[in-house]
């Protein structure tokens, strides 16, 4: 098996505070990713429940894929790019090419992003499930605080596995 590196740069803001679902009261962070010039925007809606950062749900989660290189030729719908025919027909079903967002649009999919205090060796359960009960368990460890270095500069951050 061999490791695949691709690069992206990318912007989260967070929009505004709303409520969900009726009933829960979120932060929206939009998030664009620039891979390659094909421009991935999603929104994922958190908010801070006793010591966890819970992403509470999201609309076109940001799954990028690596390109294969060479051999591999984009499909072009609307001005955008996509890897796939699926792609395409994902992003119509959500009504994304009006870029019109609809409160029915969002994956409930709770998770614990984070557990406060953050320490080394902390451990959590990130993920019991799928929003749609298949099972898919992820565990979370805080591995070390470290510096890491990038085209933006140099920065102190947690590893967390």
Not at 18 to 28: A, G, K, P, Q
Request: glycine residues 4%; proline residues 3%; charged residues 30%.
């Amino acid at each position: 098996m061999s490791d695949t590196t691709f690069y992206s740069s990318g912007a989260v803001e967070i929009v505004e505070s709303t409520v969900i679902f009726d009933t829960l009261d979120v932060y929206d962070f939009e998030t664009n990713i620039n891979e390659n010039g094909n421009i991935l925007t999603g929104n994922e809606y958190y908010n801070v429940n006793d010591n966890l950062l819970i992403s509470y749900g999201y609309i076109n989660p940001m799954m990028i894929t690596p390109k294969i290189e060479q051999k591999f030729s984009y499909l072009k719908f609307k001005d955008r790019n996509f890897n796939n025919v699926k792609e395409i027909v994902e992003w119509i079903k959500k009504g994304h090419s009006e870029n019109e967002y609809k409160d029915d649009d969002i994956t409930y999919d709770p998770v614990t992003s984070l557990d406060y205090p953050l320490e080394e060796d902390k451990q959590w359960v990130y993920r019991y499930e799928t929003y749609d009960g298949e099972p898919w368990r992820i565990d979370k460890k805080i591995l070390n605080w470290e510096e890491i270095i990038v085209s933006a500069g140099s920065f102190n951050c947690w590893r967390i596995r």
